[in-house]
Structures are given as structure tokens and as C-alpha cells.
């Protein structure tokens, strides 16, 4: 290599390093440029534009947390940027330097996360403490805190309190804090210790001015539908929406479900795990505790009912299985071959709390597979006369979005009423027909919906109501004198069969023993209209 060559190689490379320098110092300092501003009473997004412009580099902020139409008044000769900066927002900010830009947000609190420790020699040792917001220092309440390998959990309190209770066997032990709208926040807990720790965590920051659009964030909605075109024919397919929460929106879910259960199910939406097997007696009670939404299991057992993620498997229930995600393999809740079914116990008017429920169970199972799959409504048809199983078999089959409710075999003037009740969240009475029964005999029944909920009660909507008529006179008594209102009739002939009324007048039988119908039994359907 010749001397000249040399001699420019190294002025280069010294002229380049130089650059790099230069350019890194003055990226790395922009908090330390001194600046002279001098406004009154100018809102804040204009100040910090002049300090932009005066400084020739860029902010960036969550509009959230900056109040733009806020006025200050500033006077500053020769400070540095974050001195200005200082004078203009409260205490809580943090500047941030990135490249061009000065990131302004909220300063995280600083707290001792570990308030108080004390060993234990006990199986078990308590974690307690409470969970705050990190930017408000605000305590929050209804936040998830659970152990993922132990499946221990908690809910915060209205107070953000919380209190853990942790195997000491486990060498190791960290707590995860889950809460809607916040970002999820894991601390490694010291094994065997009685301790008191305080826990902040990040609120979900959401910037109105920047949009990153990735495939991820596209959520398809409830429903989507689908025409296809072909020759002459149009056809419309319509895709319903499944996600894991779905079970808890339903009635049924609703109704059997604590309201801390399905706070739960919110704030721990991105946890599944997996485990060999599950025993539970109802939901919430359960080997796996009220973590057990959450685990997919292999084997799971539900003696009366339980709540689970999922099996990948086989399970068995008693009188019901609750599962967010998918069953696979074998589900069952049956009884061995050869053996005979149990007997239901005859209806009465004051049944018994647990032939109540499988009335209610039922009639939810029925409505609810009934509406799998499609948009449409669906109705359930009961008969008057069957009189006693009556309540509970409509509140069973609201709780599934029943959509109508039909009902002949009878006149029934009472139902219209006991369907506005249930919708209002009230309790309802229909009284028993009872042949011989003495005038001062009690024949009412009344079914509370509160004495089976577990917590608030769902808000129903109400089903319309069509009476299934044969006559006239029965049209216009079930209009005139219904409890609530009749949104429809179904008219129903002689030849429909079933349970008609007998002929009206002197009863005469056809060749093959059937009553025979005459003019006085055909419903004049214009009169109705």
C-alpha cells in the first residue's frame, strides 16, 4: 500500500469516528440542550411544539396522560430541556431519549414490594398485600392473583387486598397479577415466608394518534355472513363467532356462575394450562380451586358440576359439565350398561331443591343445543295441563335465550305474567287447577329465582308468548283476560290432533271411535283478525 493511499485511509476512518461521535453525543443529549422560551398562557401541546421547533427534535406522548388544553406560563433563558420540561409538568413524568425523540409518560411509583417477611415452618405459608395501579397509586379492586404451577389464586377486595395461601414443599413460587385493561406483572416470591407485599402494575397504554394494524388485532365479529351467488340461486351462510367466554354470557353460565368466578374468567382470558386430572363437586369447589376454569384436564370428574377450561380426554358429570373450550374424545353423564335409570320423583307443588334444579338444567340443555349453530330464534312449546313442572321449565329455558314460548293442552292466562316476572328478575306464582279441591285450599306455586342464584341475577330477556287456540271464545279469553301480554296466536284445527278439547255440544263418535267435529268447533279466522 502506497503512502498516499495510507495517509487518506486514516484521515477517513478519523473522519468518520469523529462523525459518529458527534452524532451520538448530540442524539444522547437532547434533555441537556439549552433552550430560552418565554410564553403566557399557552396550551401545552403549543409549548411543546415551540420547544420542538427552538430544539429541532421530536415528542412523543400518550394523549392520555397529557392534558394538550392545559395552559402554562413558562419564562426560561438558557435552561436545558429538561429543566422546561420540569416546570411544565407535575411531579409523576419521566423523559425518555429515543434517536430524534423525547418520550414523555407517567413516572412508575416506587414502592418496597416486600412489606413485611416472616418464616414459617407450616405446610403453608400466605402471601397478602395489595395490588395498586402504577400510575395513580390508586388501590384496584376485582385484579386476579394467581401462582401457575401451584394453581393457587385470589381476588383483590374492594380495597385491593388480597390474601394467597402457597404450599412450602414448592422451592419455587412467583405470583402473576392479571387484570382487564392492564399488562399482566410476575414477582418471585421467597418460598416459606409469611409476607406482606404491595404489587403496581401497568395500565394498557392506548395512543390515539399512532395505529399499528397486525394481523392479530383483526377480531372477527359476532356473526359473519356470507352470500354466494350461483346461476339463479343465492345462498346466505352465516358463521357464528366461539371464543372462551362464551359459557359465562349465557344464562345458565350466568346464573351458576359467581360473579367472581366470570370477573375471573375476564382478567385470565390469555391463561390455560394443562393437567392430568380434576375432581370437583360444583363449580368453584374443586382440586384445582377457582383456578380450575383455566385447566384443560385429561381426566375430569364432576360430581354434581363443574367448570372447567376444557378435556382433551374424557369426563364425566353429574348433573352438569361447564367447559370454556373444546371436549375432546369422551364426555359422559350417563349411568354402567345393564343398569336402570333412577327414577325422577313425581312432581308436586312444593318439589324438592334438587328436582327443581334438573328441571331447570334440563330445560336450558334443550334450548341451548336448539340454538347452536344459527341466528335464528328458538321456541319451546309446554301443554297447560301439565301444570306442576310449569316455573322452573321456563326460567331453565330463558336462561338459554328461549325466544317463544307456546302453550295449548289448556288456557293459559297465566303464563304472560310469569314471563314478564322472570324478565323483571321477580319471583312468580301460578295457581294449580285442582278438581275438588275446597275454595280456601292453598294451590299456588311460586318459584324464586333468587333462591338458586349464585349472586346477582342474569338480566333475561322476555320471550313473546303465542297461545295455541282451537276456538274463538278461547282467542278472545286469552286476550281479554291474560296476565300480560299474548303477542300471538296459533290456531290450531280439529285435525291437528293431540290434545284438542271435545267436541262442542252433544260428543258423537265416527265409524272408528273418534270424535266427530262440527261447524261450532271451526275458529272463524277472519273474526279473530
Not at 23 to 29: C, D, E, P, Y
Not at 107 to 122: G, L, Q
Not at 328 to 357: C, V, W
Not at 486 to 508: F, M, Q, W, Y
Amino acid at each position: 500500500m502506497n503512502k498516499r493511499l495510507k495517509n487518506w485511509l486514516v484521515k477517513t476512518i478519523v473522519v468518520v469516528f469523529l462523525l459518529l461521535v458527534c452524532h451520538t453525543g448530540s442524539a444522547q443529549n437532547i434533555l441537556n440542550k439549552n433552550l430560552t422560551i418565554n410564553v403566557s398562557r399557552q396550551r401545552i401541546d403549543d409549548v411543546l411544539e415551540i420547544i420542538s421547533n427552538k430544539g429541532n427534535f421530536y415528542f412523543s406522548y400518550n394523549s392520555s396522560i397529557v392534558k394538550k388544553d392545559s395552559l402554562v406560563s413558562i419564562s426560561a433563558a438558557n435552561k436545558t430541556v429538561k429543566e422546561i420540561l420540569d416546570q411544565i409538568f407535575s411531579t409523576g413524568y419521566e423523559y425518555k431519549e429515543s434517536g430524534n425523540y423525547i418520550i414523555i409518560r407517567r413516572a412508575p411509583i416506587k414502592i418496597t414490594v416486600v412489606t413485611n417477611k416472616a418464616i414459617t415452618e407450616d405446610k403453608f405459608y400466605v402471601v397478602s398485600g395489595y395490588v395498586l395501579d402504577n400510575e395513580t397509586g390508586y388501590m384496584l379492586p376485582n385484579a386476579s392473583i394467581y401462582e401457575k404451577s401451584l394453581l393457587a389464586s385470589s381476588l383483590t377486595d374492594q380495597k385491593g387486598f388480597f390474601a394467597v395461601r402457597l404450599k412450602s414443599k414448592a422451592k419455587t413460587a412467583a405470583l402473576t397479577v392479571s387484570k382487564e385493561f392492564y399488562e399482566d406483572t410476575t414477582v418471585t416470591i421467597e418460598p416459606k415466608y409469611d409476607q406482606q407485599i404491595s404489587i403496581a402494575i401497568m395500565p394498557i397504554s392506548s395512543d390515539d394518534r399512532i395505529t399499528i394494524v397486525r394481523p392479530e388485532d383483526y377480531f372477527l365479529p359476532d356473526s359473519l355472513k356470507i352470500t354466494v351467488e350461483n346461476n339463479q340461486t343465492t345462498t346466505t351462510y352465516t358463521y357464528v363467532r366461539v371464543d372462551s367466554g362464551t359459557v359465562e354470557k349465557t344464562g345458565m353460565g350466568k346464573f351458576l356462575l359467581s360473579s367472581r368466578q366470570r370477573i375471573q374468567t375476564i382478567n385470565l382470558k390469555k391463561f390455560f394450562t394443562e393437567r392430568p386430572f380434576q375432581l370437583s363437586v360444583t363449580p368453584g369447589l374443586s382440586t384445582h380451586g377457582s383456578l380450575s376454569p383455566q385447566v384443560i384436564n385429561n381426566f375430569s370428574l364432576n360430581v354434581f358440576g363443574g367448570y372447567n377450561g376444557g378435556v382433551n380426554g374424557v369426563e364425566l358429570g353429574g348433573l352438569f359439565n361447564i367447559d370454556k373450550k373444546d371436549v375432546k374424545y369422551f364426555q359422559a353423564g350417563g349411568k354402567p350398561a345393564g343398569t336402570p335409570y333412577p327414577t325422577t320423583p313425581m312432581h308436586q307443588r312444593r318439589d324438592s331443591r334438587n328436582l327443581i334444579e334438573l328441571l331447570m338444567v334440563s330445560n336450558f340443555v334443550e334450548v341451548f343445543l336448539a340454538r347452536e349453530g344459527h341466528l335464528n330464534k328458538v321456541g319451546v312449546n309446554f301443554l297447560e295441563k301439565v301444570q306442576l313442572p310449569h316455573l322452573a321449565s321456563i326460567y331453565g329455558a330463558m336462561l338459554a335465550g328461549v325466544g317463544y314460548v307456546l302453550m295449548g293442552a289448556g288456557i293459559p292466562l297465566h303464563i304472560p305474567g310469569v314471563l314478564d316476572n322472570f324478565a323483571a328478575g321477580k319471583a312468580a306464582e301460578y295457581k294449580l287447577a285442582v278438581t275438588g279441591a275446597p275454595a280456601d285450599a292453598d294451590t299456588m306455586m311460586r318459584f324464586d329465582p333468587g333462591e338458586y342464584a349464585r349472586g346477582p341475577l342474569p338480566v333475561l330477556e322476555r320471550p313473546k308468548f303465542l297461545a295455541i287456540v282451537s276456538s274463538n271464545t278461547l282467542a278472545s279469553t286469552m286476550l281479554r283476560r291474560a296476565s300480560g301480554p299474548v303477542d300471538g296466536l296459533i290456531i290450531e284445527s280439529p285435525t291437528a290432533g293431540g290434545h284438542n278439547a271435545p267436541p262442542r255440544g252433544k260428543g258423537a263418535l265416527d265409524p272408528t271411535g273418534q270424535p266427530v267435529y262440527g261447524e261450532r268447533d271451526r275458529v272463524d279466522v277472519a273474526e279473530l283478525l
